[in-house]
């Protein structure tokens, strides 16, 4: 199928070996990719994922979020799913989960006493809930928008026994940044940072079992409904969004990504206040619509 990048965007650094399928489903980030700011999307985006399903295109979520804090922007879009969640260690489709890749429980035990040691914040998240190592009022913000309120504490869970689908480590400085990648990444564990509108400033090192990424999320995804990887179309914005920009048929980079996610993309939108994700779901849809003669 040959494509033209469409107004507005730019070649990323594989624009030269762009050779996708026709669209059937299109998979977006949600901080800084859906959601510029607040907790539901614009209404040129929520316009653009309207036409993207009259299009006869999927649309999912892949966010490292857990799923109550998609409730807000998944009541306003009504994606069809299927939804990466937890940084790609779930894979959730009509509100239940279809795949985990949970943390080893070893690791678990290790991870919350190398967070206790060394006096870092850390959220483990276990069901549809999630437990916290400590209350921190620079928290409140994002239990308010987007988790919800702690269920309790990691030092009350029998870590040897509970299912740890993902863990954020949270460090308020670049000294504890320094200190958390390598120390998890000795732990056997995969570590990406994200951020979130809601805190600026503040990087979140999103935990997982090796074997869990957005990149195996996606490709679990699109087998589950039949769709090859190369029909397959990602918007991302982060560095823990390279696994799945780079397995996909069209790899879409948001505007304000580092150079790094510019590099693995295809095409590059606008940045996430110009409603940069709304061009790629919109060139979704044209694009598909023109190859089935629409």
Known sequence: MELSAPAGTRPGGRYASWAPSVPRYVVADVDGTLIASGTTATPVVADAVTVAHAAGLRVGFATGRLPVGLSDLHGQLGPSGPHIVHNGAQVRFQGRPLRTWPIDPVAAVRLAELCRRERLYAEFFVGEGFWVSEHR?????????????????????DLGATEVIKASVVPFDGDELARCLPAVT???????????PLMPGITFVNVTAL???KGRGVTFAAEHVGCGLDEVVAVGDGMNDLTMLCVVGTAIAMGQAPPAVHEVAHLVVPEAQDDG??????????????????
């Open 137 to 157: 009022d620079a928290m409140l913000p994002h239990w308010e928008h987007v988790t919800g309120e702690p269920a309790g504490m990691i030092a009350d869970l």
């Open 186 to 196: 000795e732990l056997g564990l995969n570590t990406d940072t994200a951020t979130s």
């Open 211 to 213: 074997e869990a990424d």
């Open 277 to 294: 994700v709304a061009h790629a779901l919109l060139a979704a849809a044209q694009w598909r619509a023109e190859a089935l003669g629409d």
